[in-house]
DNA sequence: CGCACTTTGTGCATAGCTTCACAAAGGTAC
DNA sequence: GTACCTTTGTGAAGCTATGCACAAAGTGCG
């Protein structure tokens, strides 16, 4: 096979990037919506929050798609990013576990935005299985593969208690899935090329609340110090 | 002022090592709650689903906690890591937006566990205020500044529609909040010595789009051609 | 006490990511 | 057509993170 592309386009897009081009779609297409017909890398990186040399080298991974002296054509690169994100086509997604996570994901409005569409609900619970959601019925978790095969689901989205999670994971992934965002905090094992992506609030709160402390030590001066621990430990 | 501590110590945590700590706190309170004394490194990784050597280096920014031939002593190093945290302390955290996400939010368990507290919940529609949650009356938006002085806040997690998000923020921000965690979807401007986290579900569902339609084109060879502009936007 | 075994903590090489800085390329005005 | 202006795309340098591999440090047994 002829390699066609510049050598930027070869294979591989690095992972640092992939994760910023839904945020640039995101920006641009509050610029469309505007009606801005092109924009630099320096007003588009503004408006991402990131460094526009970043943001051009992200870009030059998908190939040319700029014009020197005059910046970028919004709707053209707004159909680049998503092309290369796959977002030209319907993904079918299913959701498993339908408690308060999963209505607010069910309902989440950006969710079924483009490229995404609620396919499926399913629920362990029968007083919730049978109820409606953005106008689809919650099925039975026993219809799981069923139900995941005839509907053509292609991403799963884990919303249960952290104890379903690996069972879920397990059976969708036996039923073909390879695509998995979990929302449970547990770590879940996965055979090779099944991707998952985690979405942990905790983790984040846990994050926010060491920097937060760092801030406020730097103004005291006076970080814990180490030998505390058999007091704290009586607390 | 004497540096006392190893030079590993000396101050700051590389970020990627900060990220990872919640991880490890949760696999080693799995450990705890099965009756685990002690854990080699090699085990915790595998718990956490890391390799073990990042594990031990992550470990060694903290100090040197570990005895060598045994392993880490669980409850101490579970104790050391929520003290770099900054979880041996109560945070009073703040849901600004009580739709579907902010309920999520607000009864989510892992939520309350170590360390944080739903102090406060706000939203704008009078149709919700005063509505019951987790033990405490949903504030008008316009009570924000007073509530959050008044409780303590430290953190507020912003819940609202995406139009809000950037307001809400100003006003937390002016209120002395530092500590964010935003999850509309918008890039939210703040000034420096303020920390925004944001959790975005379409960025992940994009991310997670993007690998499976790799997986797809190494199936089939056959990735679409750069040159379908213009019949791709009819659609 | 000494030897064999385990496991940590870290130096070092490598890989990946970010940022700077600038040549190359295109547009515009006259 | 030429001179000037703007903005891209990218080489190169610097920074951060990863993972190997091993010396150092501890345990336990005979």
Known sequence: MIRR?????????????VARLPLYLRALNGLAERGTA?????????AAGVNSAKLRKDLSHLGSYGTRGVG?????LIYQISREL???QDWAVAIVGVGNLGRALANYGGFVSRGFRVAA??????????ERLVGMAVDHIDQLESVIDKRG???????????????????????GITSILNFAPVVLT???GV?????????????????????????????????DWAEAMDA
């Open 5 to 17: 592309m510049s050598q930027a386009r070869e294979r591989g897009i690095p992972d640092a990037t």
């Open 153 to 175: 689901v292609s991403i799963v989205v884990i919303a249960t208690p952290a104890t379903a999670a690996q069972q879920v994971a397990d059976r969708v992934i036996a039923a």
């Open 72 to 76: 970028y054509d919004v709707e053209y």
């Open 86 to 88: 796959g977002l030209t």
């Open 195 to 227: 991707d998952v992506r985690k979405v942990d609030l905790s983790t984040e709160l846990q994050i926010l609340a060491f920097h937060e402390q760092r801030k406020a030590d730097r103004e005291t001066g006076s970080p814990m110090m180490a030998g």
């Open 121 to 130: 609900l399913f629920d362990a619970d029968n007083g919730v299985v049978g």
């Open 38 to 46: 092109t924009v630099s890398s320096e007003d588009l990186a503004v």
């Open 190 to 192: 996965v055979p090779d």
